[in-house]
Structure formats: C-alpha cells, structure tokens
C-alpha cells in the first residue's frame, strides 16, 4: 500500500514576511519512518524567523516526542491512521499541535519530571512539558481522538 504525506499551507491567516503568521498543516501515516518529514518541516519553517539553534533543537526534540506518542500509542499494530501536524510561526513563539484520531489516554496518568520516579516508557510528554512554554492535552481514556499543543517563544 502506497502512503502519502500532504503538506497544506492553510490560508486561514495571511502570511507574510513583516511578522504575519504562517500556518503549515501536514498530515502523515502514522508510522514512524515519516516522523523526519515532521522535523524538516518545522527546519523549514524556522528558516523564516532568527531561531536559535538551541531553540530549534528544543522544538525539534519536542515535535519527534509529541509525534512519536500518536504514532506509538494512537493506533492498534497495523491498524493503520494517520497523524496531523499543524505548524504556526508567529513574530514571538512557535506554536505546534499533534491530532490524531487514535486511542485516547488519561493525561494525568502521563509521568513528569516532579522528582516522582518515572518508568522506562512514557518519557515524552514529561519531556514536551519541560521544553514548551506552554502545553495542553486533550484525550480521554476510550474515546477516540488526542490533540497534543506545546508553545515555544523565539
């Protein structure tokens, strides 16, 4: 079976070079060998603005977790779905959603990094919460669908 990523430049707000937001929407399987295309396109993206390299290494580890987990834990083994990646470059922050329509989870249930132990797995979101300035997850335990947002000022 032949998959393709479809990159989506929304035109849901003009975008501009004088401080405009660009909004880029990229809807991949969810399958682990299209997580790179996620990163170059957020590499692209940062082009736009000055990012720090330290910043863009930030963003970079932060997008592989978030996309990983929905690509991970969202669908059953071979079940297929896929994951939808939505970039928005403002003057002052990055801000980057992760959709999926997979399994949902208990967010509460997810580690951090609080001085509680943490187990082998489940690293990621702990990881996104310490990197973003801001973060929010909306999923629910057996309900269909995960939207994970981080935010990152430049």
């Known amino acids: 079976m032949e998959h393709q990523a479809s990159p989506q430049h929304s035109t849901d707000t003009p ?12 809807r991949i399987p969810a399958k682990a060998e299209y997580i790179t295309l996620c990163r170059l396109a957020l590499t692209g993206l940062g082009q736009l603005r000055a990012i720090g390299d330290d910043t863009m290494a930030d963003l970079k580890l932060a997008l592989t977790e978030a996309v ?5 834990h969202a669908y059953g083994a ?9 970039y928005q470059l403002q ?9 999926d329509d997979g ?11 609080d001085g509680a132990e943490l187990s082998e797995g489940g690293l990621g979101i702990a990881i996104i919460k310490t990197i ?3 973060f929010e997850i909306r999923s629910r335990p057996g309900e269909r669908g995960s939207r994970l947002r981080f935010s990152k000022k430049i």
């Open 132 to 134: 973003a300035d801001e």
């Open 103 to 113: 399994e949902g989870f208990d967010p509460d249930e997810a580690p951090s990094f």
């Open 91 to 99: 003057p002052d922050r990055v801000d980057i959603s992760v959709v």
């Open 68 to 72: 990983s987990n929905s690509v991970r």
């Open 15 to 26: 975008a501009d070079t004088n401080g405009s937001d660009h909004i880029v929407r990229l």
């Open 78 to 86: 071979g079940a297929g779905g896929s994951v939808e990646v939505v």
